[in-house]
């Protein structure tokens, strides 16, 4: 028999600070760049830890946080849980009836904020119960003038704080740590909890070699927000591993991004395709050295096939292709090809990888289909259900986990086709596939080809009411600065690459694609925009 050592989260922070007390977490900040060791990270989440108690969390209290991506945050990240509370990261973007309805679902006792929230806060305030104290992590000496009451300064808690405080160590390893909500299609968000356990195997899955191998060597920095899933648990990973961490802080822009790289010679990045198309419209401005990247993880939303060739082939920087949801910690599936799959031709390859890819040791996974199991030959679809130590088993107190969780598996809401080698790959959201005339037409497939164009910046596909069909798709796109294309010309070049049913009824030349919270391309608006655009300018929405 083998030790039942139960797998919590205080021995990630103590490693760091044990193994890793002279590497760096670099924070982009109001005032400039800061520089913290381990050690003093270590020391200082010791202290926040203290202070929180002294405020009056207990175990099991929920402690929300609205913050950007620096060291305060990752502080919380592990003082919060390794005292036995539980951290609950907030979305910032969302509106803040959204944000009160989090706070007081959730049961928030003490909130940590960014001074940039103070304003969304202060106009929900009277919504919110329960929270016995606002604590702002700012860099100025002072408070910010606030109505928000009462409140406290992050940096004079730290310095209150016990530099010896000394973590429980009977927390046991499925205790709650943390907590996020997941948008949904009606209705409030969805929350979700993450245990000791589950973020301890996550954290590992991370540093495998053929998932995304994250290691004491990588400088990594985390451009998906620690908001969005805990930054897809790569805070608490970095930590552990030792890993150097750059945290690009509050309204970065690609070019902010960019910089950081090359300065604190980055290896390893994550966000959703989203930035990383408004990084490589920068990159093309030529003047940027970004040679230290030896990866970049893209998920959260389909990589475009175009975007991934341009990065490896003009910038030589191998893009990973990933797949996760809020419900899966997140990473579910990672793209790297097998070995005998590295003789294959560059586009065959470059097919492959950017397919969603396979599912990583831990999680296992079945795609229902209609029949049955959906057969792995690349062309039967179904909805990809999972289970695993770092999937959740139900929301949090939501009567709707009953439409998601059924017989020990999550059903994604994901439709997928799984090839011979075992790739998966995202064909939709079951909300978001087209089904015309009996049939399905993925979204995801006209956008990859319409982006392969080369003057378009972003595409997005919706299905439109049809009386016929029942529905046909309606592409949106966005051209290249000082690029023309016609309607017609974009329909020739997709015209070889798909059956003619599936080519879209239209298309609609438009500024921008509305996003989500966190960058993904908002369907919902979009449809009613197009329906807009189709009623205005023909009289009638199409079909009719
Ligand atoms: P939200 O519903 O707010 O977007 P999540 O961030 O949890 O919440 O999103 C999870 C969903 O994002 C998945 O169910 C899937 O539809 C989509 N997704 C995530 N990664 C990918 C990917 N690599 N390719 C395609 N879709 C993805």
Known sequence: MMMDSP??????????????????????????????????????????????????????????????NHHRHLEAYFAIPCSGAVIH???????????????????????????????????????IQGVKAFII???????????????????????????????????????????????????????????????????????????????????????????????????????????????????FTPKILIELIEQEKVTFSAGVPTIWLGVLKELETGKYDVSSLRGILCGGAPAPKEMIRRYEQKYQIPFIHGYGMTETSPIVTISKLKSYQEQLPYEERLEIRSKQGLIVPGIEMKVVSAKGEAAWDGREMGELALRGPWIASEYYQDDRSKETFKDGWLYTGDVVTVDGEGFLKIVDRTKDIIKSGGEWISSVDLENALMAHEAVFEAAVVAVPHKKWQERPVACVVLKENASVTEEELLDFLRPQFAKWWLPDKILFLNEIPKTSVGKFLKRALREEVQKVLEAHEGLAAGE
């Open 7 to 68: 797998l919590t989260m205080p021995q990630m922070i103590k490693r760091a600070e044990m193994l890793f007390s002279k590497k760096e977490v670099i924070s982009r900040t109001d005032k400039g760049i800061s520089r913290l060791t381990y050690r003093e990270i270590a020391e200082r989440t010791r202290r926040l830890a203290s202070s929180l108690e002294k405020l009056g969390v207990r175990r099991g209290d929920k402690v929300g946080t609205l913050a950007w």
């Open 89 to 127: 990261t907030i979305n910032i973007r969302l509106a803040p009836q959204q944000i009160s309805y989090i706070i007081n679902h959730a049961e928030d006792k003490v909130l940590l904020l960014d001074p940039d929230i103070i304003p969304i806060l202060e106009s929900c305030r009277d919504e």
């Open 137 to 251: 992590m700012t860099d100025e000496d002072t408070l910010p003038e606030t109505t928000l009451s009462p409140v406290y300064h992050y940096e004079k808690l730290i310095a209150d704080g016990d530099p010896d405080y000394v973590y429980p160590d009977d927390i046991p390893e499925q205790a709650p740590a943390g907590m996020c909500y997941t948008s949904a299609t009606t209705g409030n968000p969805k929350g979700v909890v993450y245990t000791h356990r589950s973020i301890f195997l996550h954290s590992l899955a991370l540093g495998l070699a053929d998932s995304v191998a994250l290691s004491e060597r990588d400088v990594a920095m985390p451009v998906v927000p620690m908001f969005h899933v805990n930054a897809w648990g790569m805070p608490f990973a970095g930590a552990w591993f030792g890993t150097t961490q750059v945290l690009p802080g509050p309204n």
